[in-house]
């Protein structure tokens, strides 16, 4: 940590680390009835960390069972239980909720200079709905689990037995959840951001949540009403989906998409909204092209209601609908590439260090990048007749999903464990942790790309012998994977143990989060925040005096 | 959007400002707060349109797939029924807006009556309802596989009492919602709670109660008057 | 207090216009019914007019009992971009049914499962 | 590339495989280009501009028009492309030759059926002459099915109540794998076929007698095979499981009861009932799901199912 700012940036402050938002007040009942938005994060954060939990053990036990191309330890039905699962929980649980109601409850209100979100009551009640879901969910799963897959394809769904109407239930109630932080994050952004802040010198993790906000909001109702028809179908049989009694199974597909291709982004954007912090933070220098992320994740989200239709080329969907939505697609690879290349051009002539955050930021560029350009193969319909439903489709969500979206997560993990409990990490282990990740994921989900073009469907508990030694790689790097992921949780948890050490700023960052104390008082600031710089101006006469070093020369006059 | 409530530095708030409870201590004004809880709201009507938007869009497609069931289903409602409940929406609807207008002058008995009108005005469509619920019941035009309607010209008329049920019954259950949270209001009205400062609850019901209004105004002709 | 004045300016409208638009909707409302029993050209303009009639009622209610007329252009906004989705998603479902290749085989045999409500109702 | 081809990609069995497969080999270079520009990149900077003290005082750049300008511009060309390319390949998938020879299908938990046009019905088995166009008109019975063949890149969603179609023209003899990509359940993976690509000759010799091992195999051995390849083996265990279906294992002499409660002794004549009318005895405890074999297998074939059953003790 030597060769970081280690000082605080408002070294004239009182700084009694022992009076914060953790401590204050005391007991269980406090935390239970909190209103605050750092406590809901972290409550969030502890239920979404069980569900990754849960839903990583679903993930190792599938790739264990596809080590032999027969049975190696489960049947087919539990088999097919498992990746449904794992679906459902990694999706509904685990990375819709995860940054935004997560980190970016955390954050979001400290990054804009507020007390708390715009409207805290509802913002706990939206984390007792999540608990009711995940309990109704977790009940779904033990009494009968569901084999439809997290997709929920009628007429298989409806007729299929197990918890299926639960379960959909429990993701009913979490899409309430998901709206409801989707609406205070909204009216937090327009109402409370902190005097002198225009919408322009927000962090550009602001914009990013209030893309999704947007998308949460827009979106979420109709997988609601979506999963309410499919009960109804289940219980009622009332037509509307299932071909026997005059509906049609393809109606569900668009109403399942609908809401499901722009969750994608809802999962997506929150993780480029923490690669934009990261990557100015650790390279000490101003963003690259501000209003061109800016846009471009609006622009993602608004495109993201478009292109839904590119999950059905094959589905009987009509010739004319498919090649609207391919045609759709395509603009969506726009604002994508800007953003890695406006991240790129930041880290140029930066002063780059590599801790832990960075090094997620970075496998972050590599690892979507390849989720992105894969995207480009199933985007083409004619290559997409020959992928859907392969392994390569599995291998590209995961690339997005997991290298993206999880990644950026462990990123803004590791950048904000400071600020939210106080302490450092071990920063080495967290550089292996986050190596082993790499490799283990790359190992992982690699030879699903060559799986799925060679022709392996997606969702097989038996597959052809030619395709095992692909297979047995891809388990193998699952192993690898999942002791990365461990290394983290020990490393993080153990710092847990030690006295508060963490500094305000320990990496430098010139959002407000960085100005308060680690961990924050209650109400946030020790001061008025009052905005006095962009949110990643690294200009030299901008930056605090410190210790030790002679204030920058400042120009008499006329610096640009 | 106005910026001018945030131009002014935040006051350094305690736990809640004791000399006004009715401003939470992150807001810096009533003007910030009444705004955000304003657009809040709005977004949850946003969400409430596209949670039944996906319900006209499933009965659009279906009605385009069986129209003729849909035609001949529809001949078992009774117009009349729902002209007059659409009229006692429509009027409750005014009762609301006029319930907002007395609070935010400061006219609390005013404030009250209308209030109860409102909920009077609800609770005729619901006896209306349940009487055209009774009569399908007895006939058997029930949705999906409860459906026992004898001597149909056309099949699939299944369907539509499908879409009317789920229409309808969620439309119910947001009018009882609405209720719920009259009764509510209708409660701190009584006690004086509100005043021209702060009547932000009477106003964000009201914009719900005439969203609920809205929605009936198109699902009226679509159940009723297709032909 | 400032916040008073700007809270009361806000509350626009008045008895005598929500009154006015009261009157306004029943009568629409009237012209609804009556020109549902008026057989029109096609089915299809009964449906237009009564759709037609149904968004000059839900716009009177959206900008006078709603105040969007008065409000801040935000709120107005949110209304707007969630009718401008529905409008999309339904588009785009009705134009995928409309342009789907009817398609059958040559020698044409009744798919396996016929829609036979009647029959599936038997088998519950 | 033709190394890379062969290793990423299956066999081009049919005359839409070549422009997908170029198709795809365009998008891998491309997306290797930009890959490698983004990692070289990122590489570059993070060593050329790795941080040597904490006092680093960094450039303030914020912006670059051309530069922005050019990185939305070329990409945007590129994929207008990628979409038109896309869209060709696609619509010449959607659209059969009119001379198409018509094959119907139907898919259900978990098998294929073909039936030909003389009426001909087989099971997870399709012959094809070489290089005559095909059309596959398909239908379900059940739930959601995907008509896949990998080597042929042609891939239908299956729909009850609704036909969908694929078409190819096989370019090469041979065996090509079919497999179901629609998640279906419990056999989803089971849900396999097979299409044997043969000239003229011998696909007309093949619609008279069947295989010419067929003909020569022992009996016993042909029922085996119509256990593996006709659909028997996703419910009929042979190790005395319970399946959907009882296990043949020991039951030739048996007496089985029935559902209705009668019961009878399992023997060549009940074995050839259950074949041609299965719902006519259906076993006690399970349910009359079996679909009937009338018309889908040759008489040897009927034969050798009963020989094989008695062989299993």
New interface residues.
């Given amino acids: 940590m030597a060769d970081v700012l280690a000082v605080p940036l408002h070294a004239t402050h009182k700084h009694d680390a022992s009076d914060n938002y953790l401590t204050n007040p005391r007991g269980l009942k406090s935390w239970l009835t909190t209103v605050d938005h750092k406590r809901i994060g972290i409550m969030y954060l502890w239920a979404i960390l069980a569900a990754f939990l849960i839903g990583g053990v679903f993930a190792l036990l599938v790739r264990i069972e596809l080590l032999t191309p027969k049975t190696t330890i489960m049947s087919a039905e539990t088999y097919n239980k498992m990746f449904s699962l794992h679906g459902a929980v990694m999706v509904f649980l685990f990375i819709i909720p995860s940054i935004p109601a997560a980190l970016g409850n955390f954050a979001l209100p400290l990054m804009l200079g507020a007390k708390d979100v715009a409207f805290p009551r509802l913002n706990l009640l939206s984390y007792y709905i999540y608990v009711v879901g995940a309990i109704l969910g977790i009940t779904a799963m033990v009494g009968g689990g569901i084999d439809t897959g997290w997709t929920f394809y009628t007429p298989y769904s409806s007729t299929t037995g197990g918890a299926v109407s639960l379960m959909t239930f429990a993701a009913f109630v979490l899409g309430f959840s998901s709206i409801f932080t989707g609406i205070n994050f909204i009216a937090t952004i327009h109402k409370l951001r902190a005097p002198g802040m225009t919408w322009y010198q927000m962090p550009l993790f602001c914009w990013s949540m209030y893309a999704t906000a947007v998308i949460q909001v827009l979106a979420t109702p109709v997988l609601g009403i979506t999963l309410l028809l499919l009960i109804m179908e289940r219980t009622f049989h009332i037509g509307i989906f299932d071909p026997k009694l005059g509906g049609d199974p393809v109606l569900f597909q668009h109403f399942f998409w609908f809401y499901s291709h722009p969750a994608v982004y809802i999962m997506i954007v929150p993780g480029m909204a923490i690669i934009s912090e990261l990557i100015p933070t650790f390279s000490k220098k101003s963003i690259f092209g501000y209003k061109a992320i800016g846009f471009s994740s609006i622009a993602i989200a608004l495109l993201g209601f478009l292109v839904w239709g590119h999950h059905m080329f094959v589905a009987g969907q009509s010739q004319l609908a498919s090649t609207l939505f391919s045609f759709l697609t395509f603009f969506v690879a726009i604002p994508s590439g800007v953003k890695v290349f406006n991240w790129l051009a930041t880290m140029y002539r930066g002063s780059i260090s590599l801790e832990t955050p960075m090094l997620y930021a970075i496998s972050f560029l590599l690892l979507f990048s390849i989720g992105g350009l894969t995207g480009l193969f199933l985007g083409m319909m004619s290559v997409d007749i020959h992928l859907h439903d392969t392994y390569f489709v599995v291998a590209h969500f995961h690339y997005v999903m997991m290298g993206g979206t999880v990644i950026a997560f462990l990123g803004g993990l590791h950048y904000w464990w400071p600020k939210m409990f106080g302490r450092m990490y071990n920063e080495n282990l967290g550089r292996i942790a986050c190596a082993l990740i790499f490799v283990g994921f790359n190992a992982t989900f690699l030879p699903q790309f060559v799986l799925g073009s060679r022709g392996m469907p997606r969702r097989y508990y038996n597959y052809l012998e030619q395709f095992q030694p692909l297979h047995q790689f891809s388990t193998f790097g699952s192993w690898i994977l999942g002791l990365g992921l461990f290394m983290v949780a020990g490393n993080l948890l153990a710092s847990l143990r030690k006295p508060y050490d963490a500094p305000r700023n320990p990496w430098g960052g010139r959002t407000f989060e960085w100005e308060t104390q680690s961990p924050p008082i209650t109400h946030n600031f020790d001061f008025d925040p009052v905005l006095k710089h962009g949110p990643y101006d690294y200009r030299p006469e901008k930056l605090p005096p410190r210790p030790g070093v002679l204030s920058p020369a400042r120009p008499a006059g006329g610096h640009s | 959007?106005?910026?001018s409530?945030?131009?002014?530095?935040?006051p350094?708030?305690p736990e809640h400002s004791g000399h006004d409870s009715t401003l939470?201590?992150?807001?810096a004004?009533?003007?910030?707060q009444?705004?955000?809880?304003?657009?809040?709201m709005?977004?949850?009507?946003?969400?409430?349109?596209?949670?039944?938007?996906?319900?006209?869009?499933?009965y659009?497609?279906?009605q385009?797939?069986?129209s003729e069931a849909f035609?001949a289903a529809h001949h078992h409602l009774d117009?009349r029924l729902g002209?007059l409940n659409?009229?006692v929406l429509?009027?409750s609807?005014?009762t609301?807006?006029?319930a907002?207008?007395s609070a935010?002058?400061d006219r609390r008995k005013a404030t009250v009556r209308y209030l109860i009108a409102t909920l009077a005005c609800a609770a005729i469509f619901l006896c209306v309802k349940y009487f055209e619920y009774g009569h399908k019941f007895h006939e058997g035009l029930l949705?999906?596989?409860?459906?026992s309607h004898k001597g149909d010209a056309v099949?699939?008329q299944?369907?539509f009492f499908?879409?009317y049920f789920?229409m309808t019954g969620l439309h119910a259950l947001h009018i009882l919602g609405g209720m719920v949270a009259m009764s509510w209001v209708l409660r701190k009205a009584v006690r004086g709670e509100f005043s021209?400062?702060w009547y932000t609850p009477v106003d964000l019901v009201?914009?719900y109660w005439?969203?609920v209004?809205?929605i009936w105004?198109?699902l009226?002709?679509?159940l009723?008057?297709?032909? | 207090m400032s916040h008073d004045t700007t809270h009361a300016e806000r509350a626009h409208g008045g008895p005598k216009i929500y009154t006015l638009v009261l009157v306004a909707l029943l009568i629409l409302t009237f012209i609804t019914v009556g020109a549902s029993y008026v057989k029109l050209g096609s089915g299809m303009a009964n449906v237009i007019l009564a759709l037609g009639i149904a968004t000059v009622k839900g716009s009177l209610v959206g900008l006078f009992f709603m105040h969007l007329r008065y409000d801040k252009p935000l709120n107005a906004l949110v209304l707007l971009v969630s009718l401008f989705m529905l409008g999309l998603f339904l588009l785009s479902c009705y134009t995928d049914f409309e342009t789907r290749d009817p398609l059958e085989p040559a020698r044409l045999k009744a798919p396996v499962a016929a829609p036979a409500p009647a029959a599936a109702h038997g088998a519950h | 590339m033709n190394w890379f081809r062969q290793l990423i990609l299956p066999i081009e069995g049919s005359t839409l495989a070549r422009d997908v497969d170029n198709a795809y080999l365009f998008v891998t270079l491309v997306s290797l280009f930009f890959f490698v520009l983004v990692a070289g990149l990122a590489a570059l900077f993070v060593w050329r501009y790795r941080r040597r003290g904490p006092n680093e005082i960094t450039p303030h750049i914020t912006h670059n028009l051309g530069l922005e300008v050019t990185w939305t511009t070329i990409p945007l060309v590129l994929v207008m492309g990628l979409f038109f390319w896309g869209f060709y390949g696609f619509m010449r998938a959607q659209i059969a030759p009119g001379e198409a020879m018509e094959v119907q299908v139907t898919a259900k938990k978990w098998q294929w059926q073909f039936e030909y046009p003389d009426g001909m019905r087989t099971l997870n088995e399709l012959h094809v002459p070489l290089g005559k166009p095909v059309r596959l008109v398909m239908t379900a019975e059940d739930v959601l099915h995907s008509f896949y063949v990998p080597s042929f890149r042609v891939k239908h969603d299956v729909i009850p109540n609704r036909y969908t179609e694929v078409w190819f023209e096989p370019t090469k003899a041979g065996t090509h794998q079919v497999f179901c990509t629609e998640y279906c359940g419990k056999g989803h993976s089971d849900m396999l076929a097979k299409i044997v690509v043969e000239d003229e000759q011998s696909y007309q010799k093949w619609l008279i007698e069947g295989d010419e091992s067929m003909k020569s195999m022992p009996l016993a051995e042909l029922g085996k095979l119509v256990w593996e390849n006709r659909g028997c083996s996703t419910c009929h265990a042979l190790d005395g499981t319970r399946g959907q279906g009882p296990s043949w294992k020991g039951i030739f002499g048996q007496t089985h009861k029935f559902a209705d409660g009668a019961s009878a002794p399992v023997d060549a004549n009940y074995i050839r009932e259950s074949l041609m009318e299965p719902q006519k005895h259906v076993v006690q405890g399970f349910e009359g799901i079996m679909p009937t074999y009338q018309g889908l297998l040759r008489p040897r074939e009927v034969l050798g199912v009963i020989e094989f059953i008695k062989t299993l003790k």
């Fill in positions: 959007m106005s910026e409530a945030l131009t002014a530095p935040a350094r708030a939470q201590h992150h807001f004004t009533h003007e910030q009444f705004d955000a809880s304003k657009i809040g709005w977004l949850f009507l946003g969400t409430e349109i596209l949670l039944f938007g996906g319900l006209f869009v499933g659009g497609l279906m385009a797939a069986h035609v117009k002209f659409t009229v429509l009027v609807s005014w609301m807006v006029m907002v207008h935010s002058k949705p999906g596989m409860y459906y099949p699939n299944f369907i499908s879409f789920m021209s400062t009201g914009l005439h969203l209004d809205l105004i198109y009226f002709p679509l009723y008057l297709i032909s």
